[in-house]
């Protein structure tokens, strides 16, 4: 007579599998979202049991960390607590870079506006006697020169810097003037004397301004200086 246990424990397998698979979904909860540093990561949390499983190689590309795997161990290594630190500052730096034509274009303007307060400077040393007109062609070419790094600044660091060259124009234009006007009321004490521009206080700020400008242009980042505002 065949015995009926064999019949009995092939149907038992089928039962047990789905029985645990049955506790296995109870003790499972629907995936949860995963958010690193504000960032939605690609795959959920799965909880089981009161813990929470999460994919190790989602977590690494979360994280930017490295994932490797070993014959005898899994390896996650976290990047340097400073690292966005730095790329934050890189990119910030970054953002200050002057361009190169605007660099271009500013070096011009600077050597237009060096001649004019030299010229300006000549002027009240030897107490040269000058036209307007001699004058206004500082003047002109400054502008045109300042109307060509305006032309060239692209970038928001262009801009700014190009703020500062148009400030130190302001400020030349304003002493030229009060040059010329010492001048014309035959002030000797102001537009003869050479000690004069020793004690100029805006002079004296122009001069400051243009060296840090010079330096600024040639480093290629955009810096800024109260001296120039």
């Given at each position: 007579?065949?015995?009926k ?6 149907a ?6 789905l ?10 909860t629907?995936?949860k979202t995963?958010v690193v540093n504000?960032?939605?990561?690609n795959a959920?949390v ?7 499983y999460?994919d190790?190689?989602t977590?690494?590309?979360a994280?930017?960390a490295?994932?490797t795997v070993?014959p005898h161990?899994v390896?996650l290594?976290l990047?340097?607590?400073d690292?966005?630190?730095?790329a ?6 970054n ?6 034509d605007?660099s271009?274009a500013?070096i011009?303007a600077l050597a237009?506006?060096?001649?004019w307060r ?9 107490g040269l006697?000058?036209s307007e ?7 002109r070419q400054?502008l ?9 600044a692209s ?6 810097a ?5 400030n130190?124009a302001?400020?030349i234009?304003a002493?030229a003037?009060?040059v010329e ?16 521009l020793?004690d100029d206080p805006?002079l004296?700020?122009i001069?400051?301004c243009?060296q840090f ?5 040639l480093?290629?980042t955009?810096n ?6």
């Open positions: 007579m065949m015995s246990h064999p019949s009995f424990r092939f038992l397998y089928p039962a047990l599998v029985a645990l698979s049955g506790m296995l979904f109870a003790q499972s629907a995936n995963l504000g960032k939605t990561a959920g799965r909880q089981i049991n009161g813990r929470l999460v190790l190689e977590l690494a590309q994280t930017n490295v994932f070993e161990r390896v290594t990047p340097p607590s690292a966005g630190a730095v934050s500052d890189d990119s910030e730096q953002s200050q870079k002057l361009s190169r605007f271009s500013a011009s237009a506006m060096r001649e030299v010229a300006v400077r000549a002027m009240v040393l030897y006697a000058v007109t001699w004058v206004q062609t500082y003047h400054t045109d020169a300042l109307e060509q790094a305006s032309v060239a970038t928001e660091a262009d801009k700014n190009l703020q500062l060259l148009r130190e302001d400020m234009t002493w003037n009060q006007a010492d001048r014309q009321q035959l002030n000797a004490e102001k537009v003869v004397d050479p000690n004069a020793k805006t004296a700020k001069q400051k243009s400008l010079n330096s600024m242009v480093s290629g955009y800024d200086d109260p001296g120039c505002r």
